[in-house]
């Protein structure tokens, strides 16, 4: 089964992660153990704000 909304996607046939797009080259990837990757981060705090745009981004489809 896959899912994709923008800037989401989950295939677990390609890949067991949720990938959240978040511009600019950075993904973040969603794992079913909770873990969470963010990838293409120049610096600390662009890692900090995307992290927070995981989770609003997240928020949105668990927790209406």
Known sequence: A????ENVMYEPSIFPGLVVRL????AGLVFYSGRV???????????ERN????????????YE
């Open 37 to 47: 990757v963010l990838a293409g981060n120049k610096s600390v705090e662009d890692v």
């Open 51 to 62: 992290a927070e745009n995981v989770y609003r981004i997240l928020s949105r489809f668990f």
């Open 23 to 26: 511009g600019n080259g950075v």
């Open 2 to 5: 896959s899912m994709e909304l």
